[in-house]
């Protein structure tokens, strides 16, 4: 095991703005996105790429999976360089891709992998131990030179070799230094934990452990589990996150429990006599660049920046528009993992009309599509804006009615029909990067497309896309009917009964996502993507909290300049009470939430979430954090550190810059 390489993380007061595409802007060159020192840079005339090939997909591929075996799943992963085909693009990307177990059972063949994307899902149960050996093949970041920008500042491209200068690691420098975070899991944040301020360089390795909880103890004496659910696993080198899991680093973790969880008992990727079948949906977000013929993953720069040429698009288990077959009637359960990096999901279901549907395959014709509507083509045109969300709304009025029944990783009461009716605020449907939701889908015989509606926030719109085909025909399946109602899990009960203990508050905190703006910025001044008025540092702690704390909190969303965050919190879950002041309209225990905003203002938004959190089982360090992971890279991120006393001292010992 090699020892914990801990660089210098000071945050930077980089010169950023923000793009058309609400990505940021900055004023300085970053070392940039794809990895190999053999990559052909680009010139000064981007070509567009053509756009993702929407013609369906072969069926839908299931990732390969392995599963624990006597209370032990031991595998070794190794990280490389690898060439993918998704769509009609093929590229270079950094993937899991060699796969050992040591101990468990797989879905393939004498104990060794080799894949891409996405990884490989990892299947336990509580009690369960992972023991995750990561092996990082990747290229030394001294030596592997990144390709030239393309496309930036009106088409000029500039080099992009890396060095951070005096900002010690800038976004996209040191990319091929890499780490694993358990997104979702209630797990010791500790080494050889949870730990996202290790890092791994190239050529090096380290053995994580999570224990997943059984039978820990609850504030009112009881025992419970870690709750069944959806999780997945990527990434978390702060500045160099949103370069590796764009590039497609992730993986589900999929916990099951038979005996306390409603829905592992009636669904299964391999389902027994009496149970459904469910299929899991890895929803990756790539954004390519094409220069001089040569089609790459876009560079640190790309992103960030008003780049010319680039594309970003949606696909599944790295297919775009795969084929998910069903019968009528037939009800099947579909984990959907957000995995992407920056743009929001709106997901409903729509049926392709009889007419469009190619009787000899049951797809739909050539040259069909959902859409009558596109991305404004102006930023912050009221009409415009105006005439997307109403075809928008229109489309969704055509969806076929489905339900929900977990939001990252936690069951619901009772099955939530969707489209919602009576949503508080677009957060409680709308599904963020590192989001998750349960779907219980069932059709009537025809053709179907699962999409995403787009979203259109003025400086910044993503595109409709469909997602998925899904082709329902043959006898009729009523063998499993849709739950009336659900069971809970142990680990996050409600607060209902203020004097349950572990119901009453010990402490309420309030904090501020904000995009600061340097007086008298412009397209080279500086915008700072702050939390509490200050960027990342991993020598500051920024909530101190003691263990076995109930704790309320309010998080505000202001900002001189607009811009979406979707909030994340390692560890532990939390229950939504507020959304703007008012109550949302379902329940909703989530780790992973955009924050409100208040309509929409050519001036900016602004908005309210409220939530309570249990602080249990786990002290140590761990991070908040806006998971639009470019955001993040910036610095809108802070330390949580959890004691048994709430003394806390930093957990480096590193000086921090003033606030911007």
Same mark, same amino acid.
């Given at each position: ?12 007061g980089?010169?950023?703005?923000l ?10 060159t ?9 990559? #052909? ?5 981007? +070509?567009? =790429?053509p &756009? !993702?090939?929407?013609? /369906?997909?072969? @069926? ?6 392995v599963r624990s ?6 595998i070794?992963?190794?990280i ?5 085909t ?9 993937a ?5 177990v ?11 992998y080799?894949?891409a ?6 299947l ?10 990561l ?27 890396g ?6 690691h800038l ?7 890499t780490? #694993?975070h358990?997104?979702?899991?209630? +797990?010791d =944040?500790? &080494? !050889?934990?949870?730990? /996202?301020?290790? @890092?791994?360089?190239?050529g ?5 452990v ?19 659910g959806t ?12 370069i ?10 999929l ?10 008992k ?40 008003d780049?010319a ?5 949606f ?20 984990r ?18 009889d ?19 596109d991305?404004?083509a ?7 804006h105006?005439?997307?969300?109403a ?16 939001t990252d ?8 029909p ?29 053709t ?13 719109c993503?595109t409709?896309q469909v ?7 043959g006898?009729?399946?009523?063998s ?5 109602s ?5 680990l996050?009960p ?17 904090l ?8 008298g ?13 200050k960027?990342?540092?991993e ?12 704790e ?11 811009s ?5 919190i390692?560890?532990n879950?939390f ?13 909703m225990w ?6 409100p905003?208040?309509g929409?203002d ?16 786990y ?6 954090h ?30 921090c810059?003033?606030?911007?």
């Open positions: 095991m090699h020892d914990e390489n801990r660089h210098d993380k000071r945050s930077s980089l010169a950023i703005s793009d058309r595409r609400g990505f940021l802007r900055l004023g300085a970053l070392g940039a996105g794809l990895l190999l020192p053999d990559t #052909l840079g680009c010139g000064d005339d981007p +070509v567009l =790429p &756009p !993702p090939n929407l013609a /369906v997909a072969p @069926e839908l591929f299931q990732p390969a999976w075996q006597g209370r032990l799943l031991d070794e992963v190794t490389t360089a690898t060439q993918v998704v769509g009609s693009y093929t590229f270079m990307t950094r899991y891709t060699d796969v050992t040591k101990q468990g059972t797989a879905s393939f063949e004498n104990g060794a080799s894949g994307i996405p990884g490989p899902t990892l336990v149960q509580p009690g369960d131990t992972i023991r995750f050996t092996i990082n093949n990747l290229p030394d970041d001294g030596s592997a030179n990144d390709p030239a920008d393309c496309g930036i500042m009106g088409g000029s491209s500039s080099s992009s070799s060095g951070g200068g005096a900002h010690g976004p996209g420098h040191s990319n091929n230094t780490n #694993l358990v997104h979702g899991l209630h +797990v =944040p500790g &080494p !050889p934990g949870d730990d /996202v301020l290790l @890092e791994i360089p190239p090096g390795s380290y053995i994580f999570f224990d997943i909880p059984e039978g820990v103890g609850m504030p009112d004496g009881t025992l419970a589990n870690h709750p069944a999780y997945w696993y990527h990434p978390h080198v702060h500045r160099s996150t949103a590796q899991v764009f590039g497609g680093m992730a993986g589900a973790i916990i099951r429990d038979e005996a306390n969880d409603d829905l592992d009636l669904f299964s990727p391999d389902p027994q006599p009496g149970q459904g079948k469910e299929q899991l949906l890895v929803l990756g977000e790539f954004m390519l660049q094409t220069c001089n013929g040569t089609t790459r993953l876009a560079t640190y720069n790309e992103i960030v920046t780049a040429g680039t594309v970003d698009f696909h599944i288990n790295g297919q775009v528009n795969p084929i998910l077959r069903m019968r009528p009637s037939e009800v099947q359960r579909h959907l993992i957000h995995a992407g990096f920056h743009l929001p999901v709106d997901v409903v279901y729509v049926r392709v009309p007419d469009q549907v190619d009787p000899a395959t049951s797809l739909p014709k050539a040259g069909y599509t959902p859409f009558d509507y991305c404004p102006k930023k912050f045109d009221p009409a415009e105006a005439a997307f969300e075809a928008k709304n229109a489309l969704r009025a055509q969806s076929v009615p489905y339900v929900q029944v977990a990783g936690v069951t619901y009461a009772e099955p939530l969707m489209p919602m009716a009576n949503a508080v605020s677009e957060v409680e449907y709308l599904v963020g990067p590192g989001a998750r939701v349960d779907i219980l889908a069932r059709f009537d015989a025809g179907y497309q699962m999409v995403t509606l787009g979203y259109d926030l003025g400086f910044a993503s409709p997602l998925a085909t899904i082709v329902v025909e006898e009729p399946d009523t499993i009917q849709i739950p009336t659900m069971k809970t899990p142990a996050y409600s607060f209902d009964d203020p004097m349950k203990p572990g119901n009453q508050i010990t402490n309420t905190r309030t501020e996502f904000k995009v600061a703006v340097d007086p910025a412009d397209s080279t001044a500086g915008y700072h993507f702050t939390i509490d008025g960027e990342f540092c020598g500051r702690v920024d909530q101190c909290v003691a263990l076995g704390a109930v309320e909190w309010t998080i505000n969303n202001v900002q001189e300049m607009a979406l965050h979707p909030f994340h390692h560890v879950s229950l939504v009470t507020s959304i703007n002041g008012k109550a949302p309209a379902h329940p989530r780790d992973t939430i955009f924050l905003k208040e929409y050519m001036n900016g938004f602004a908005g309210t979430l409220t939530f309570r959190s249990r602080f249990l089982h002290t140590g360090s761990y991070v908040l806006c998971h639009m992971l470019q955001h993040e890279d910036i610095g809108m991120m802070q330390i949580v550190q959890v004691e048994a006393d709430a003394a806390c001292t930093p957990p480096v010992v590193m000086m810059p003033p606030p911007p």
